[in-house]
């Protein structure tokens, strides 16, 4: 509202600050003041505008500004500054994953003495294990094994995973085994494409039903052995993964991918946690059943340590780290499911 008095005061203001002003300019006085000639002037021009809207009720304010409604004794509203054109900015944080493209390039973990960190990954035993992995190149007419995870020593296979190149149709292979034809194996045949990231889950009661699920969905899984004995004993053995290796007799078991991470729980994942750890294609930041997790390998964080010429990859849960076999620096890739 309009008020004569507070009218006269904003004048006498405006007008002392504008001798002030010319002052500064004319004999090259100090500035003193800008701020607040800045101010008088904002509340000048509100008072003038209730002046004249006291008097002439047509006067209307532009339609399509923003406008804050100000008694003309108020402080006006400083609008928050505008950041200067030089602002850097932030870029998104480099997602990473490993490039196994060679033969006996594998991660491991073995500690002597420490072994069974791992073991509830191993028969008898509720467990799942989630991976996400893009498979580069087909392996026509080579072995088998182009991928695989393993829990063991020597022959004793605790927990496999292979894609088998067999009559040109791939199939996922699972087994867990205490050596001595003690084992239980399944399988599914699923028609993977190459350079497509996959993320495959197993679960299992780690003696009688494997499932397996590929991109969040349930695929089809035969059990072609099941001779697990309940006598069947734990193994002290060291764990390694992704590897692309050659085996005793010398024979090459080749494949081609690229692996982002690797989880471990010691329980078995309901369809529903199995769908949440896909989601929808990229990788979940905070794993499901967090509780019982008990694997959770990083590729994406796998660090070169150039004395030794290897990566060191956190086993994140437990503190262990995996180290690089026959890896190079340029294996680290940009890359990640999306």
Known sequence: MFNLEKKINTEQRFANLVYKDFQ????????????????????????????????????????????????????????????????????????????????????????????????FMDYNKDHSLSFWFRYVNPAPNKSPNPIYTKYDVGNQVGVIFSLLPTAGTPYIYYSLSGGAGNMLAATSTYGFIHNNWYNITFTTDGATVVDMYVNGQPVTTTIFWNSLSASAQSLATPHEIAAVTTNASGREE?????????????????????????????????PVQNSNLELDIQMYNSVWNSVSSEFEVPGAVKGITFDSISMEQVDLLNICPS
């Open 24 to 119: 500064t300019k004319r004999f090259g006085l100090t500035a003193c003041c800008d701020v607040e000639i800045d101010e008088i002037k904002l509340k000048k021009y509100l008072c003038d505008y209730q002046e004249q809207k006291e008097y002439d009720e047509t006067l209307l304010p532009t339609e399509d500004l923003d406008r804050t409604v100000l008694d003309c004794d108020d402080l006006p509203v400083k609008p928050d500054p505008t950041p200067p054109d030089n602002t850097p900015v932030i870029e998104p944080a480099i997602c990473h994953s490993l490039h196994f493209d060679g033969v006996d390039e594998s991660l491991k973990y073995d500690v002597p003495g420490n072994h069974l960190v791992y073991d």
């Open 254 to 286: 080749w494949g081609e991918f690229i692996m982002h991470s690797l989880r471990g729980w010691d329980v078995i994942l309901t369809p529903a946690e199995v769908d949440l750890e896909y989601n929808f294609g990229v990788r979940l930041v905070t």
